[in-house]
Structures are given as structure tokens and as C-alpha cells.
T-cell receptor
């Protein structure tokens, strides 16, 4: 089945210790997104890639970076995690912008990050 | 600025009760509309979507939603809820132009269905 996969599902890190979360997709979608979701809140878009074009949200802290080495993979790097960065991190994909169904996003299961 | 408003933050129903969750958005241009559901401990799943055509759309698990353009609304309905419908429900609207087009999310509605 075509899908969005996130690893690991649970990640524990220490305050200030860099961490990388990964996302892969078998849908061959052009667009990949990273969201942060805190408990009982809506997902908050951090950034997205359209192919190799990186689009950062204005309010995403510099502490959050991303890499997309190829169509299938996208990484979220948190350079110095703080306690406030503990959250669920969601990866999503969508088709290219010219497709009528472009705006439908397909979500992975998320990685729950704990910062000690 | 574009925004999505979900009127009910917490809803508690008994099984077999009818459900309606309100969603209003603010954007004057063309929109695509979505309802996503997040069951406890699970990832976000698409319940239903509206792109164009019939404003009454049917989704999975007996859910439906009606797009009323004049009211900027996209309310979610289900005639008879089940305990398994306990979940968080998010309304999302894709709005904006060109590279600024993105999903705008409501804050979510937590639905608890008592058996």
C-alpha cells in the first residue's frame, strides 16, 4: 500500500541534544510537509518542500531545519531541542500543485518527541 | 488573514444521538474544504473533502458535510453516532493563492460518545 512512513514513532532526547526525525513516502508526491502538533491542538505547519523548493513558515524557529535529499525522503532536524519542543511531529504529502486534488494531504502516523 | 473557526471545542453525546459540528472560514476566494479525524493514539485521517460540484459531500463511516458558500460554512454531520466515533475532529480549508496556498486548520473539536 502506498503510504507515508515516519521513524521513529517515539523519540526521547535530552535538552539541547540534536535530534533528527525522518519521513518517507511511497506515493511519489511532489510536496512534503512537516507539522508540529501539541496535545489537543491543531497541527502547526513548520515548512514544506515542493520538489526541492523549501518553503519556511514565517514563525518557524531557526532551531528547526529540514532536508529533502530525494523525492521519497524528508528529514526534520531540531538543532537544540527545548522542553517546549516536546510534541507530535507529523509528516504529510500531497500531489503537485497543478493537480485538482493537490490540496489533499496524506499524513504519516507521527513521531512523538519527548525532551528530558 | 484566512482563518477557520470550529464552534464546539468539546462535545459529549450518547450513542445514537445526531451530530453536527460547525466550521466557518474566512476567505473570499476559491477554497477546498476538508474534515480530518484523529482517533485516540492514531494519525490524522481524511473523513471527507469538497473541491467542487455537489455541495453535499459524503465521507467515510456515515459522515457527511455541506458546503454553504454564502455562509462560508462546511458543517460536519452524522445522523447517529457510535462509541467508536470518539475522536478529535479538525476542519481545514485550503486557501490562498499560488505559493501561499496552504491548509488553514481549525482548533479541533473533541467528541466523546458515551455507550
Amino acid at each position: 500500500d502506498a503510504m507515508v512512513i515516519q521513524n521513529p514513532r517515539y523519540q526521547v532526547t535530552q535538552f539541547g541534544k540534536p535530534v533528527t526525525l525522518s519521513c518517507s513516502q511511497t506515493l511519489n508526491h511532489n510536496v512534503m510537509y512537516w507539522y508540529q502538533q501539541k496535545s489537543s491542538q491543531a497541527p502547526k505547519l513548520l515548512f514544506h518542500y515542493y520538489d526541492k523548493d523549501f518553503n519556511n513558515e514565517a514563525d518557524t524557529p531557526d532551531n528547526f531545519q529540514s532536508r529533502r535529499p530525494n523525492t521519497s525522503f524528508c528529514f526534520l532536524d531540531i538543532r537544540s531541542p527545548g522542553l517546549g519542543d516536546a510534541a507530535m511531529y507529523l509528516c504529510a504529502t500531497s500531489r503537485e500543485r497543478t493537480s485538482p486534488s493537490y490540496n489533499e494531504q496524506f499524513f504519516g502516523p507521527g513521531t512523538r518527541l519527548t525532551v528530558l | 488573514a484566512q482563518s477557520v473557526s470550529q464552534h464546539n471545542h468539546h462535545v459529549i453525546l450518547s450513542e445514537a444521538a445526531s451530530l453536527e459540528l460547525g466550521c466557518n472560514y474566512s476567505y473570499g476566494g476559491t477554497v477546498n474544504l476538508f474534515w480530518y479525524v484523529q482517533y485516540p493514539g492514531q494519525h490524522l485521517q481524511l473523513l471527507l473533502k469538497y473541491f467542487s460540484g455537489d455541495p453535499l459531500v459524503k465521507g467515510i463511516k456515515g459522515f457527511e458535510a455541506e458546503f454553504i458558500k454564502s455562509k462560508f460554512s462546511f458543517n460536519l454531520r452524522k445522523p447517529s453516532v457510535q462509541w467508536s466515533d470518539t475522536a478529535e475532529y479538525f476542519c481545514a480549508v485550503n486557501a490562498g493563492a499560488g505559493n501561499n496556498r496552504k491548509l488553514i486548520w481549525g482548533l479541533g473539536t473533541s467528541l466523546a460518545v458515551n455507550p
